[in-house]
């Protein structure tokens, strides 16, 4: 994907002095201007922005430019701590709260010299699967604009029209990959707990990654589950991934979750022959309400790598569909401790009751979350309470490593790599979307991408064809722990495959001055 | 089996968190019944894990060093309240009122 990629196509034309780190950041400024409808970000850092971009400038100058990074713009999930920059978590909570440190994966990025355009719009506290559940309103699908989404609606009543019938992102680092899917931006940081970085980026039509646990630091990352978060990577190509990952991972002193083994980042190869490559398709994942047309591609996709010559078996997962009740006890839990920090006496919100510590407490937080928030927080008591410990809590324990040697025992077998759905269905309209509630639009969305993140595993989301609506939908690609090379060279070898087609976007065509090139590329299906 | 008053009383406390309505009750009704079905699971002579990396054990001990630190006036920019270097808080070891004197939704039942 020439015309998507950092390295061939804006690293050069930085370096070559086509464009320079101001130019580059003052469109994806004015881009992010005219998509404010998307409601993709929730604090736009332009000074400090534009500063960032005139210092890479200058080094640029003096032939001195910091790596491949120095002057890229990015965008960060507003669940990063930004030094000097609001951080909210699209809660009422944080509302104000400005970071007085950045967390180890921003500062990284900025040692490289990147330059980031503001915070993006999350799930509160995220907690979701659709970006809809934030305080700052919900994240619209860049798609739901796109000349491919509109040629196919077809309205089902007179009184709907495109305007009304938007779709969601999926979440929960939607505006992350909303961002990155309408040229905002050139990647972007998510989270992933369930699945919340695989999950928008199949919606967004966008490359997710989710990292193998203990690569990436957690430091700075406002915690949600400490035994399964992770830092995740958007980006409009594989080879972007790979370059951002490179920049990222590593072990990190204040993080003790990260692993001590030396990183050493790595160019993709480009894979021609895949014929040792042993490909695992597992039956589970065949699960309940899994469209018709995502079946379709997955299968079809599996005869790619079959036709290819690659060895392509079912293999076996037998407690995949535990994984989400399991998830559902061991993250509430954690929730329950994680958000207990938030009680208005050092940060963020704080209520104005004065008659005791404790109903100051309870006050703040009456006020401060959401109902999502709150119900999290109050089954994770119930489960931890004295008589329901070793019932639920150690009981899901149990479960998680089941989860967990099932990989193992696949991966044992010789299989390399894992290839699935992402998702079950294309994005949802936004009005279709809010009619259930949020634990059980989780429990289904989250499905496919969960058991990844039980075991630790990397997975990446390689965006595949549009679906009949003309929205787009990805597949899944899970590996062995730590072995993302081996992962990233497979999905680049697929996407190269499917040619997924460029987003058409009247907004970005206005901005275009040919660094957003749009190539007509053969499409997957 | 709905859970007790009782026991939705003594959740409030602990999470120091309201139920808010009938909505939240059920809501925490409905996350139990879905928890029950990991009854379901065999897990005779499993044992339960804690992390994915329990086998490369990453938790070490370092030198008691001081390596970062003064930075107290960053860290009380974002209180509210505050007195010259104390984080201030209303009278403390005064327990939340008894159900029967709360603003909670739990009155009623």
């Given amino acids: 994907c020439p015309e998507r990629r950092l390295r061939s196509q804006v690293s050069a034309a930085l370096k070559e002095g086509r464009v320079t780190p101001t130019e580059l950041c003052q469109r994806c400024l004015a881009l992010i201007r005219s ?203 594989v080879d972007d991934a790979a370059v951002l990952l490179g920049s990222l991972a590593g072990h990190d002193p204040k993080d003790s979750t990260t692993i001590q083994d030396d990183f050493k980042p790595f160019e993709l190869p480009n894979l021609a022959d895949v014929s040792k490559l042993s490909i695992g398709i597992p039956k589970e994942y065949h699960a309940p309400g899994l469209s018709s047309e995502i079946l379709a591609l997955w299968l079809k996709a599996a005869d790619l790598f079959k036709n290819a010559g690659a060895k392509v078996v079912e293999v076996s997962l037998p407690h995949t569909r535990y994984s989400i009740v399991c998830y559902h006890v061991l993250c509430t839990a954690e929730v329950a401790s994680n958000m207990a920090r938030f009680d208005g006496l050092e940060y963020g919100h704080r209520s104005d009751r004065k008659d005791s510590t404790e109903s100051m407490y309870a006050a703040t937080r009456r006020e401060g979350f959401n109902d999502v928030v709150r119900g999290r927080i109050l089954s994770g008591n119930y489960f931890l309470l004295k008589q329901n410990y070793e019932k639920y809590f150690v009981k899901a324990q149990k479960v998680r490593r089941l989860i967990a040697d099932d990989f193992v025992k696949v991966f044992r077998s010789g299989v390399d790599v894992l290839l699935t759905p992402t998702t079950l269905s294309d994005a949802a309209p936004y009005m279709e979307f809010i009619q259930e509630d949020n634990r059980t639009r989780s429990a289904q969305d989250d499905i496919l991408t969960q058991a990844a993140n039980m075991a630790g595993l990397p997975a990446i989301n390689v965006p595949t064809a549009l679906s009949e609506r003309g929205l787009p939908v990805g597949l899944q690609f899970i590996g062995r722990s730590f072995q993302e090379k081996q992962l990233l060279t497979v999905a680049k070898w697929f996407e190269k495959q499917v040619q997924f087609p460029v987003i058409q976007l009247e907004e970005v065509k206005r901005h275009d001055n040919g660094v957003f090139q749009h190539q007509k590329s053969a499409s997957f299906s | 089996q709905k859970v007790s008053v009782e026991v939705l009383d003594h959740l409030e406390q602990l999470a120091l968190v309201d139920f808010r309505d009938s909505e939240g009750v059920e809501r925490l009704q409905k ?27 990453c938790l070490y001990l370092r030198e008691d060093d001081v390596t970062e630190g003064n930075c107290t006036k960053e860290l009380l920019e974002n209180a509210r309240e505050k007195v010259e270097e104390y984080f201030v808080a209303p009278p403390g070891n005064i327990p939340l009122p008894k159900l029967e004197e709360r603003e909670t939704f739990l009155q009623g039942s």
Avoid at chain 1, 114 to 128: C, I
Avoid at chain 1, 143 to 154: A, D, G, I, L, N
Avoid at chain 1, 188 to 217: E, F, M, Q, W
Wanted: proline content about 5%; overall charge negative.
């Fill in chain 2, 31 to 57: 996350a139990i019944q879905f928890a029950d079905q990991l009854h379901e699971v065999n897990t005779e002579g499993v044992e339960p894990m804690d992390s994915v990396l329990e086998d490369r054990w």
């Fill in chain 1, 35 to 237: 998509t404010k409808f998307l409601n993709a970000y929730i604090t736009v850092a332009e000074e400090t922005a534009l500063k960032q971009a005139e210092e890479s400038e200058e080094r640029y100058k003096r032939g001195q430019p910091l790596g491949i990074l120095d002057g890229i713009p990015i965008a960060v999930k507003d669940n990063f701590n930004t030094a000097g920059i609001e951080t909210t978590c699209a809660s009422n909570m944080l509302k104000g709260y400005i970071s007085p440190y950045n967390a180890t994966v921003v500062q990284k990025l900025l040692d490289h010299g990147a330059v980031l355009l503001g915070k993006t719009n999350l799930d509160e506290f995220a907690m979701g699967s659709g970006s809809t559940d934030g305080v700052f309103g919900p994240v619209r699908n860049p798609w739901s604009y796109s000349k491919q989404y509109k040629e196919k609606f077809v309205p089902k009543s007179h009184s709907e029209d495109e305007e009304s019938n938007w779709v969601i992102t999926g979440g929960s680092s939607g505006g992350s990959a909303a961002a990155v899917s309408s040229f905002t931006c050139f990647a972007a940081l998510g989270s992933d707990t369930g699945g919340s970085t695989r999950n928008p980026a199949a919606h967004c039509g966008v490359v997710g990654l989710k990292p193998t646990y203990g690569l990436i630091s957690r430091h700075g990352l406002i915690p949600l589950v400490n035994s399964m978060d992770v830092p995740g990577i958007l980006t409009r190509c």
